[in-house]
């Protein structure tokens, strides 16, 4: 089948992860066929963690991935009017915002959420520890957040402050672009349920927190993007919330473990 003269016959476009290099699917994604990328590149930092016990395996693409190209594929891909995450880190933020603005997002702020645990460790005594996750978030035209019931106002529904103005709402509508404290989900796990559940991966990230963005920024059965799935959390941050999931892992073994994980989300319901 070819839509959008993309050859798409090979590939089934929802609810699929495919266990290859995130810009071959790209390539038989249709223009604006996703309604929200909530994706976690690899940042091409030769990401190694040397302080844990057991270090991870480098991460494949860490060396680095086309970024100007995923950019301009990432806007092609996306409807109008849809939101997109790029997970980040500082020192590759500029490149990245960069990329992102001249490929036609607009850049409407960069998120900075607590981690579970501190990473990132370089010069434990000439530098500070790295405790958060930067994400760029990006319009494709323009969409309004979704009404969540995510976080709920402190003070009473339905109170006026000023004359004139609407009486307060139950959940809040507006959020902070830096989320820290018990409010708010971490983005990252504490190493410990990295053991507890056996899932091992340098950089998995929050089901919940992933959760909450999918939550701010779609609405039921809408397909959501991740090309660089790992162990499959945004795909299960999908399912959990009724959204279909689309996207790639190009390494064998975290491949396997998405699927695993996917497979036993059916098995609970
Ligand atoms: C930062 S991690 C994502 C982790 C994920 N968010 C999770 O919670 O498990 C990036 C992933 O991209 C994968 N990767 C690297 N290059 C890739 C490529 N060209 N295409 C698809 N996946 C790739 C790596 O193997 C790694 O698992």
């Known amino acids: 089948m070819v839509e959008n003269g993309r050859e798409t016959?090979?590939?089934d476009l929802r609810n699929q992860i495919y266990c290859t290099d995130c810009m071959e699917l790209m390539a038989h994604i249709p223009d604006s066929f996703v309604?929200?990328?909530l994706t976690d590149p690899p940042y091409g930092i030769s990401y190694q963690n040397h302080f844990a016990r057991q270090p991870h395996k480098r991460l494949d693409g860490d060396c680095g991935i086309d970024y100007e190209r995923f950019a301009w594929e990432s806007y092609r891909i996306l409807r109008d009017n849809s939101h997109a995450y790029f997970f980040t880190r500082f020192d590759c933020y500029p490149y990245h915002f960069d990329c992102l603005q001249k490929a036609g997002f607009t850049v409407?702020?960069?998120?900075?959420?607590?981690?579970?645990?501190?990473?990132?460790?370089?010069?434990?005594?000439?530098s500070f520890a790295n405790n958060a996750e930067w994400i760029i978030?990006?319009?494709?035209?323009?969409?309004v957040f979704q009404q969540t019931q995510l976080l709920e106002n402190r003070y009473k529904e339905g109170t006026q402050f000023?004359?004139?103005?609407?009486?307060?709402?139950?959940?809040?509508?507006?959020f902070p672009a830096c989320w820290f404290g018990a409010e708010y989900p971490k983005a990252t796990y504490h190493a410990i349920w990295q053991?507890?559940?056996?899932?091992?991966?340098?950089?998995?990230?929050?089901?919940?927190?992933?959760?909450?963005?999918i939550q701010i920024s779609s609405t039921p059965r809408e397909?959501?993007?991740?090309?660089?799935?790992?162990?499959?959390?945004?795909?299960?941050?999908?399912?959990?919330?009724?959204?279909?999931y689309l996207g790639a892992?190009?390494?064998?073994?975290?491949?396997?473990?998405?699927?695993?994980?996917?497979?036993?989300?059916?098995?609970?319901v």
């Open 249 to 268: 892992e190009i390494d064998r073994e975290y491949f396997a473990v998405a699927q695993k994980r996917i497979k036993e989300v059916f098995e609970h």
């Open 195 to 213: 053991k507890q559940n056996g899932i091992y991966h340098p950089t998995v990230k929050n089901v919940e927190f992933l959760s909450w963005l």
């Open 9 to 11: 016959e090979f590939f």
């Open 35 to 37: 309604s929200l990328i």
């Open 223 to 244: 397909l959501v993007f991740d090309g660089f799935m790992g162990t499959g959390s945004t795909a299960l941050a999908a399912l959990r919330n009724s959204r279909d």
């Open 162 to 174: 000023h004359k004139g103005r609407k009486p307060s709402k139950r959940y809040k509508t507006r």
């Open 108 to 126: 409407k702020n960069c998120l900075v959420v607590e981690k579970g645990t501190v990473g990132g460790i370089g010069d434990l005594k000439g």
């Open 137 to 143: 978030f990006c319009q494709k035209g323009r969409r």
